[in-house]
């Protein structure tokens, strides 16, 4: 049994390039998102990067190496930019694959899709939010954001695009989330990926989830990736529950008893029932990818500070300074998120830590400490009954000590990491 097919390694060394480099071109957007990391205002910053600054960021992602990481133009809203489609087309003079994940705006018009399509955008990312338009516009604060993405997204697919849809696991839609995936099925994509919210931005207001209630919808994701191609976000334990899960089965036990999950997992489970979403209809599940914020991630504000994630704001120095590649390879903070071994709490001391290593951006926003223990996460270290198993599973797998291996001290950050930086992303 391999751990490679249940969980995916990256390529490339993580240590010496990112699998993904996320780009937030603007924060002007005309939507007021309950759950904005980026606190989104009307109107563009006069400091963000120009469009000289931006086909230099783009040489720099190039400079990584090929085949050079995927970057993804996000905001804000880009289609605030005007110079959009011409650094979408100046991606293929650097070498670089560009996908863009737009606001559900009216900017989101067919024409304007058709063009990023000719510019030679790879990908589409949309953000669904509720399978109704009560629910998905009362989160993203402006009426009619729900018919302009399905619009849209319908359009993509028309074109012939790659779409992904993402989905804020919050109170108002956990019920809500078989209808959704119900979409994602009619309308067709690529990925569905459930977004585990982070308490930052405007984020903060909003109610946070249980460890419990976590548990119960990353396993009713792992359900559902029989029916659609699933991910999670900023849920990095989804790749506890995937070997977790492929062990119970293989052993013939009942995941629900062993790992104790609850009412709400029956509730969704009952629900995908109804809709007919437990009938599969793919033949393997997507694996999750082994990536974590400064892991093979990358975030590059509006202003050209880079940060692990855009849900991390802790900054480790700007791309009008310093080129990427040696921020990422070289800067305390990201070699230090990419050593497990530094890991607090009950993470330091997890048989899962060098596959999981738990959201550092919800660590930071909950405990104020990148390397603190992952708040949302439940799991006790060592309870899982079937070690044995757990080690042979994973013991081909590269980089990896084994899970059964025992952690070594935890080193916890100097004062001056733990510091917040002025760019709030």
């Not at 133009?73 to 991606?91: K, M, N, V």
């Not at 390879?329 to 050593?339: K, M, N, V």
Request: proline fraction near 8%.
């Amino acid at each position: 049994m391999s751990g490679l097919r249940v969980i995916r390694r990256q390529r490339q060394n993580a240590d010496d390039r990112p699998f993904i480099v996320i780009w937030e071109s603007t924060r002007a957007c005309p939507l007021a998102c309950l759950h904005c990391r980026a606190e989104a205002a009307p109107d563009r910053d006069p400091r963000e990067l120009d469009t000289a600054a931006a086909k230099e960021l783009l040489h720099q992602v190039a400079a990584f190496g090929s085949p050079a990481p995927l970057f993804v133009i996000t905001g804000g809203d880009p289609f605030q930019r005007p110079d959009l489609l011409e650094l979408i087309a100046y991606g293929e003079t650097a070498g670089v694959r560009v996908a863009v994940s737009p606001s559900g705006t009216p900017t989101l018009t067919p024409d304007r899709l058709r063009a990023v399509h000719d510019a030679g955008a790879v990908g589409l990312s949309l953000s669904l939010d509720g399978s109704t338009a009560e629910l998905h516009d009362g989160f993203r604060g402006v009426p009619g954001v729900y018919r302009w993405t399905l619009d849209a997204w319908d359009t993509a697919r028309g074109l012939g695009m790659k779409v992904q849809i993402n989905t804020t696991v919050a109170r108002h839609d956990l019920q809500d989330l078989p209808d959704i995936v119900r979409l994602v099925v009619e309308h067709g994509a690529m990925l569905w990926s459930a977004f585990f919210l982070v308490p930052t931005g405007r984020g903060r207001q909003l109610g946070v989830l249980t460890p419990a209630e976590t548990e119960d919808v990353l396993n009713f994701v792992y359900d559902v990736g029989l029916t659609v191609p699933a991910k999670t976000t900023e849920a990095h334990h989804f790749r506890r529950v995937a070997l977790q899960r492929k062990v119970l089965a293989d052993a013939g036990e009942d995941h629900v008893r062993v790992l104790g999950l609850g009412p709400l997992y029956q509730q969704l489970r009952d629900r995908a029932d109804e809709l007919g979403l437990n009938d599969g209809g793919r033949r393997a599940r997507r694996p999750p990818l082994d990536v974590n914020a400064g892991r093979g991630f990358v975030f590059v504000s509006h202003t050209g500070t880079v940060h692990p994630s855009g849900f991390l704001p802790l900054g480790a120095g700007t791309v009008r300074e310093t080129p990427l590649p040696e921020i990422y390879r070289t800067s305390e903070l990201f070699t230090g998120l990419r050593d497990p071994d530094r890991l607090g709490g009950r993470c330091g001391a997890c048989e899962f830590r060098r596959v999981c290593g738990g959201s550092r951006s919800r660590a930071y926003g909950v405990m104020g400490d990148p390397y603190a223990e992952e708040p949302w996460c439940g799991y006790r270290p060592g309870s899982f009954p079937h070690q044995r198993e757990l080690a042979a599973l994973l013991a081909d797998s590269p980089g990896t000590a084994g899970p059964g291996a025992p952690p070594e001290p935890v080193r916890h950050p100097s004062p001056e990491r733990r510091t917040q930086q002025p760019e709030v992303t």
